[in-house]
């Protein structure tokens, strides 16, 4: 497995070894050991989510104020966008994002640790979204940043105006929201 630490250095890219020939292809998707040694640290993951949308469809910038998630994100079907911001109030990269694209066809995952909102574009029909957290969902504790938060600064590729659910709708500034330590 090939592992990129992004401009956020916390936010891993992890790409696995794919071994393809003219019968399809094999790759190892999860191994916990490979994958504690290229972040760096034990992580035990307690679920795992499967999401499917349609293009267009805008979902984040989601966290848990409480008993926050880390997330290994991927994609088994389709192309999305992917954003990971950093709301830690005493990070040097507070307020700052990374963003790059997953898919079925590049395989690539993506390590967002604890004190981070997440959320995804889809860019190809549909998307089918996969990640493991590390702590359970708790609706209680979730919240949402404003996609297009200008203080955040997302360059996200949109040709018209996203599909949001209600609650990305009613999502709040950076400013506003309640952040990590």
């Given at each position: 497995m090939k592992v990129t630490r992004l401009e956020i250095p916390e936010v891993c890219l992890l790409e696995p070894k794919v071994f393809g020939d003219e019968r399809g292809f094999?790759?190892?998707?999860?191994?916990?050991?490979?994958?504690?040694?290229?972040?760096?640290?034990?992580?035990?993951?307690?679920?795992?989510?499967?999401?499917?949308?349609?293009?267009?469809v805008l979902r984040g910038l989601h966290y848990q104020i409480q008993r926050p998630q880390g997330k290994l994100v991927r994609v088994v079907q389709g192309e999305v966008f992917d954003v990971a911001v950093d709301i830690r109030r005493s990070s040097p990269t507070f307020g700052q994002h990374v963003a790059l694209e997953l898919s079925a066809e590049n395989k690539r995952m993506l390590w967002i640790p604890e004190g981070f909102a997440h959320g995804f574009m889809v860019l190809s029909d549909t998307a089918e979204f996969l990640y493991?957290?590390?702590?359970?969902?708790?609706?209680?504790?979730?919240?949402?940043?404003?996609?297009?938060?200008?203080?955040?600064?997302?360059?996200?590729?949109?040709?018209?105006?996203?599909t949001l659910s209600t609650k990305d709708q009613q999502a709040k500034p950076l400013a506003d929201a309640e952040h990590f330590a």
């Open positions: 094999f790759f190892e998707s999860f191994n916990q050991r490979q994958f504690n040694e290229a972040i760096g640290k034990e992580v035990i993951f307690v679920q795992d989510n499967h999401s499917r949308s349609v293009k267009n493991k957290t590390t702590d359970y969902w708790a609706p209680e504790f979730e919240r949402c940043i404003a996609w297009n938060d200008p203080a955040i600064d997302i360059r996200w590729p949109i040709q018209s105006e996203p």
